[in-house]
């Protein structure tokens, strides 16, 4: 078992005045037995920071440590980690057996014991009826369990997790996300797992790193990510739909936005320019003497109905409970913000100011 | 589409048997006149059904020893040579494209592009463009009349090399790292997961060299000046005495028959793994 350290990891693709540099400068430690979740959109470096941390991609600048070790110069294969891959990367000549066993028969494990870890992570994946089958003779979820059988038994002191979901349907992803939360629960191994879902980084976190454009944008619980986004990027990409984000002059107890002076429940942390965001769960419509909100559309999801609509120049969207009545599309509805409920982002940096 | 007229289904079928009327005719009229005497096949009009010298004919021409104008080698003998000198050319092929592929596609050496395109190149050059100068460095290395001199300058091949490149192009990149991450080097990559990869393709080249082995003439034709180094296609040539001499056309026949079998069953015995080489896609 390890923790994982990244101290100033950088990546840049070319040398001198050409490079492009794709991630500046990530710190993060990440203790032993943990599971962590890197979530970003496509193309903010998530994928090449695990891959850096894996070994298939050489660290340009900074050190990345596993278990106290730095790896930066040591092969793959000697950084006693397993990885899952998106596509699940099975040896397609190899019968599962073969596929798992590959690893341990590389390393010169006794025969005898290649057979007993592979048969017990089998037991562990339900893989047992199928060992004899060839990758493309199984179904997708079988094939991901393949994928993980055989990251199971080298007994590495890391798993990464590369999108293993992302090509599984929405039923058994939800299945599998539950499976790899009790395999982590029983082996208890240091796990990094990249996703550009955030249902899966809020389900399977203890800690998760939100990436945008190469940076690390909070490191956090899911919890904390929700309740205090450290900037107006973790607010909008973290919660669905996300926080809605309103640039307006803060005075004392009331917000200038677009011209129109309305009340805040709660005082700005000082006086000026600020994007205050608003989560769409944490604004009631009624009442009077609110926020003016034209609705435009509702959208019916069962257990609860979305309202879209304009707060002057601003789109806005609030959820409300399914049994309520909802208002007529074309009416204005006054929002009700609590005071426990506002987010204030600095405008220019995106920063979150307390 | 499928058309389902019945006039298209039988034009078609006549199409079909007129072509193999005139592919099988001349093998036919071959194998027919390898069963008679040398007389009863020069006599007009010639026999059209086979004769009853099947056994002798052939035993003639396997051990050879016989009294015709031309060359009386043994064609047992050139079978020996063409088998031979066709497989190392085959496995050589095989294995030096596999390999030359092998660095081309996953190793980042000094003047990559530039070997690349040296291979590439080589498709410019058959051998009978460079024959001159390949025959004087083989005959200067002391290699002519051997299964050296026969086969090692036809081994190179830029085109297997290609069809290799294409294939390893295709394998995920996520393989090789799976692999790497598994702990496998390179040359372990390559035995245990490249070439149980290119299984098919393989045996598609398998077929398609074995036969440009076994067909070669021109080459064997300079390198070879004994005998017992002759491989059958130009052997059979050798039977064949020039101007008015008479010829044992049943032997000549009963050898262009032999020569014909090995490149016959090849096709024959590996058509599901040709096709499935050349068409499969599944990774």
């Not at chain 1, 990885?83 to 040896?91: D, E, G, H, T």
């Not at chain 2, 190392?88 to 660095?103: N, P």
Request: aromatic share 8%; with cysteine; hydrophobic share 50%.
């Amino acid at each position: 078992m390890a923790a994982i350290s990244l101290r100033k990891v950088i990546k840049r693709y070319g040398v001198g005045a050409k490079a492009n540099q794709v991630i500046h400068g990530v710190n993060a430690e990440i203790a032993d037995r943990e599971f962590v979740v890197i979530v970003g959109p496509s193309g903010c470096g998530k994928s090449t920071l695990l891959r850096m941390v894996a070994g298939l991609e050489e660290i340009s600048e900074g050190e990345i440590a596993i278990g106290g070790r730095v790896v930066n110069d040591i092969e793959p294969s000697e950084r006693d980690i397993a990885m899952v891959f998106q596509n699940y990367a099975l040896y397609p000549h190899m019968t599962v057996f073969d596929n798992m066993a590959y690893g341990l028969k590389i390393s010169k494990v006794p025969v005898a014991e290649i057979k007993a870890r592979v048969d017990k992570a089998a037991g562990i994946l339900q893989l047992a009826p199928y060992l004899a089958r060839k990758p493309r003779e199984l179904s997708g979820g079988q094939r991901q369990r393949v994928a993980m059988g055989r990251a199971i038994v080298r007994q590495p002191q890391v798993f990464l997790f590369d999108e293993p979901l992302s090509n599984l349907d929405a039923k058994l992803r939800a299945q599998t996300r539950i499976e790899i939360r009790k395999l982590h629960a029983e082996l208890g191994v240091t796990s990094l797992f990249v996703t550009h879902d955030q249902v899966e980084a809020m389900t399977l976190a203890q800690r998760m790193i939100v990436m945008n454009a190469g940076r690390m944008e909070q490191f956090a619980t899911p919890d904390e990510v929700y309740a205090r986004p450290a900037t107006t990027f973790v607010a909008s990409f973290i919660g669905s739909p996300p926080m809605n984000l309103l640039t307006g002059l803060a005075n004392g107890a009331s917000f200038t936005l677009d011209g129109q002076t309305v009340p805040l429940p709660a005082p700005a942390p000082r006086n000026g320019e600020f994007t205050l965001g608003l989560r769409p769960e944490h604004v009631v419509a009624g009442g009077s003497g609110g926020w003016p909100l034209k609705v435009e559309l509702i959208e019916m999801l069962g257990a609860e109905r979305l309202v879209h609509g304009q707060l002057g120049s601003h789109a806005f969207t609030l959820r409300m409970d399914g049994m309520l009545t909802p208002p007529a599309v074309g009416s204005t509805v006054q929002l009700q913000l609590s005071a426990q409920h506002l987010h204030w982002f600095d405008v220019a940096t995106g920063a979150r100011v307390e | 589409m499928v058309e389902r007229r019945p006039t298209l289904g039988i034009l078609a079928h006549v199409i079909l048997i007129l072509g193999v009327l005139v592919v099988a005719l001349p093998v036919y009229i071959t194998f027919v006149a390898s069963t008679h005497t040398a007389q009863e096949v020069v006599q007009r009009p010639m026999p059209m059904l086979p004769g009853a010298h099947f056994i002798e004919n052939y035993t003639a021409a396997l051990q050879g020893g016989s009294h015709g104008a031309g060359s009386t080698a043994a064609v047992g003998r050139m079978m020996f040579v063409s088998l031979v000198s066709a497989l190392i050319i085959t496995f050589g092929k095989i294995a030096i494209s596999l390999l030359s592929a092998f660095a081309i596609v996953y190793f980042r050496f000094r003047f990559r592009m530039f070997f690349f395109w040296a291979i590439f190149v080589t498709l410019m050059l058959p051998v009978e463009v460079r024959i001159g100068p390949t025959y004087k460095v083989v005959s200067d290395l002391g290699m002519l009349n051997s299964f050296a001199g026969l086969t090692i300058p036809l081994i190179a091949s830029a085109t297997a090399t290609f069809l290799f490149r294409q294939f390893f192009l295709t394998v995920p990149e996520e393989l090789v790292e799976a692999a790497r991450i598994d702990g496998a080097g390179p040359m372990r990559f390559f035995k245990d997961i490249l070439v149980p990869l290119s299984a098919t393709s393989i045996a598609a080249l398998f077929v398609i060299q074995f036969i440009y082995g076994w067909n070669q003439y021109l080459w064997p034709l300079l390198v070879t000046t004994n005998e017992d180094m002759y491989p059958v296609v130009y052997g059979i040539k050798r039977m064949i005495a020039g101007g008015d001499s008479q010829n044992e056309w049943n032997l000549v026949m009963a050898t262009a028959m032999l020569a014909m079998i090995p490149p016959a069953l090849v096709v024959m015995l590996m058509q599901k793994w040709f096709v499935k080489g050349l068409v499969d896609t599944e990774k």
